[in-house]
């Protein structure tokens, strides 16, 4: 008998979430005043979900490690947020943003849930605009919408190149107006350390003040988690540089079972590694596959200039491998199509490990409409140029400013090299479809969590998720479990479970200190990264994965023996922060090759070299594994797996297609 | 470990909180590479640093794509560094020359306390915000997304200012330390807007009235925030919440 119930609403898939809401227990309002919730991360899910309990009228307060709610890492998302408004009438449905995320996740997410996420999402753009997000518009007045990969409609509503702050900002000024009223209370530069479980339910948690050092106690009725993915623990990614796996991990050792950790998403489009100070991976947004298109030369180590390389030189190897979607297949697919070619020789660059972004027919496109708008009869080639670079830096103009920035390199004169790198992490806590955790009382919302993107996320879907998991799921779905918890009165911290955590956490910093050893943190974080992206990457194999297990548990004892933190626990201290950070990541890091290698079928994201068609695409082994993973800690870096099985009531498992 | 073979010589701020004073310390940085940014060159002297077991120099950072705000360093007397339209994070030490001495302090403001070393505290932002930088509308209760047509130059207008990162760049460069950019930023952002219209006195005014209490100063419009904004908030905006003041307060 398995440990997990999804609790997925019996019924039809359309009516799930509807029969849900209908009869999902209430609290009344002045039961709702005494209930105090705790919510960690202040990105999306973990600001809208703070903000819409407060409206409710519970008792919340907000913790996050940045000195603002408004810089969670929410805030770098560029391209766009995806809902099934049907907006361009181009044919799209809730079914169909739906089924497109089911099958753009491998058939590896659970039905029930990404309806509901499909459901919900044309909520969001109408909430978001009423908060006054100035999202992108036609000259009619009306949202604009654009592509994203693994889709043929135009779903995705943006704000130029910037979708993720302008909504980020808009859950932030609600989050604000509630503190402003005084219904939430907000600790910045706190981290959370510690879950205090009384009686089995998460009660509380022990955070650190990052400024003054001193540990805190805070109660909760219940806790939620909301705070993101775990990419860096590949060290470098598109994360920002204090994201953390600490808190779900802390969570994890307390019970919190953890699903699927190795799904991790490589963005095709980055900006290539230029050299071994680097310190984090700068995304160029999928959006810019709408108009850009890609390749490598024909020849192998070809040297020459992007744009001294004639057409017939060219090999646009999307478009010629997948004729369906060209330049939007999704991400896995892209990232291993351009490692293929790199593999193969026919890399560019210095490192020849990145492949060509041209926007020079976009440009010649844009430019002969906009000199038909202009009635220029015959425009010279300098005027196409002109007219086609003015609409570029319309679309994606931060984006082209920023590639500039950090390559040195103008991408309206020579192509864009870009190469994958980690993203996101469709793994997280496991949760029912409560958005609760093996814990009762302990939730855990958006990429935090595991639940609706499967073995791959879709363009566009991160926002979509984070915000509904907040502004729409939670306020609902936390009701069932706290109508029960109203006679529950605010339990003093002085209560031992919260000594007992406090003293873990304590005692972790004390050995920190204690170790004086010789390396610095990021010697071992780097370290681990290579590891990780060397054997739990792009491409994973049986071999890879044994020896990487091996490999982590060495250099987590090296860690523990050798590493050096600088000054003191009670003061505010970098070097602490991220030792405790990466003391888990070197945890995590073997988990994730663990699950690697016990999903020996490729799916999504996840490639195991052992499982591929013919033409080299990932297989998926339905009969075998079309389960969830989700593995409890049973102590001293031992895990058992739990298994929920997959079903697809709705849509047919097929083999993905797009060519 | 040598990455690059520039040589500088790098004046930082330490000081160890808000109570104790600071000083300018010496650091000698080499083997610095033009591709590293500027927040990387900090790391390799941080782990400098840490292998001769004396303190890093602490530093906001986080996203390093100059979004997130976090950043924040006077760089020889210039907010975010001696380029415009970026943040320290995004300067590159292509910028620099080998043998440069660099100076790097704080955001210097009283309503910007220094915490330790180059991190300073910021929460004014936030106490302004929430006197008025939103919209009241509660979650479900919105209509239909498009039943609201808005121009598109209203909507790119609106969006122009919302794009502002909170770094404080403006105050910071500001001779009066004033943060009239940054809330003008977000009173335009709503002002534009039909649906921000409805709140949009009371959003003024305590928004404006906050920010006098937190000690920022008078603008006397020298301009110097829009030139280091990294956002480019125009100081059109300022004129835009100045008008809107006025109406607010001739209302009364």
Known sequence: MSKLDSKIPEGNVEQKWTKYKASVALVNPSNKRNLEIIVVGSGLAGASAAASLAELGYKVKVFCYQDSARRAHSIAAQGGINAAKNYQNDGDSVYRLFYDTIKGGDYRAREGNVYRLAEVSNSIIDQCVAQGVPLAREYGGMLSNRSFGGTQVQRTFYAAGQTGQQLLLGAYSALQRQIGLGTVDMFPRHEMLEVVKIDDKARGIIARDLVTGKLERHFGHAVLLCTGGYGNVFYLSTNAMGCNATSVWKAHKKGAFFGNPCFTQIHPTCIPVSGDHQSKLTLMSESLRNDGRIWVPKKKDDTRKGNEIPEEERDYYLERRYPAFGNLVPRDVASRAAKERCDEGFGVGASKMAVFLDFKAAIERFGKTQAKKLSISNPTDEQIKEFGKQVVVEKYGNLFTMYEQITGENPFEVPMRIYPAVHYTMGGLWVDYNLMTTVPGLYCLGEANFSDHGANRLGASALMQGLADGYFVIPYTIGAYLAKEIAVKPIPTTHEAFVAAENDAQSQIDKFFAIKGNKSVDHFHKRLGKIMWEKCGMARNEKGLKEAIVEIRELRDEFWKDVRVTGKPNEMNPELEKASRVSDFLELGELMCMDALNRSESCGGHFRVESQTDEGEALRKDDEFAYVAAWEYKGNYSYEMHKEDLKFETIKIAQRSYK | ?252
């Open chain 2, 1 to 252: 470990m040598s990455h690059g073979n520039m040589n500088l010589t790098l004046k930082i701020w330490r000081q160890n909180s808000a109570k104790e004073q600071g000083q300018l310390v010496t650091y000698p940085v080499t083997g610095i590479s033009p591709d590293m940014s500027f927040l990387e060159m900090f790391d390799i002297l941080n782990e400098q640093l840490v292998s001769k077991n004396e303190s890093p120099i602490v530093f906001d950072h986080d996203c390093r794509e100059g979004i997130c705000g976090m950043c924040s360093m006077v760089i020889n007397g210039r907010a975010h560094g001696p380029k415009t339209g970026i943040t320290t994070c995004q300067l590159h030490m292509r910028s620099f020359k080998d043998g440069d001495t660099i100076v790097v302090e704080p955001w210097r403001a009283q309503a910007f306390p220094v915490i330790k070393d180059l991190a300073v505290d910021r929460s004014s932002f936030e106490r302004i915000q929430a006197k008025g930088g939103f919209i009241s509308v509660n979650t479900g209760t919105a209509q239909d997304a498009n039943c609201l047509p808005i121009p598109k130059n209203d909507a790119d207008a609106s969006f122009n200012a919302a794009a502002c990162i909170g770094c404080g760049a403006c105050v910071a460069t500001c001779k009066n330390a004033s943060a009239m950019l940054f809330v003008a930023a977000k009173v335009s952002q709503f002002a534009l807007l039909p649906q921000g219209k409805i709140e949009a006195t009371a959003r003024v005014k305590n928004m404006v009235a906050q920010m006098d209490l937190e000690g920022f100063g008078s603008c006397t419009n020298t301009g110097a925030c829009e030139v280091e904004c990294p956002q480019g908030i125009t100081l059109e905006n300022i004129a835009r919440m100045n008008r809107e003041y006025l109406v607010a307060n001739c209302k009364d």
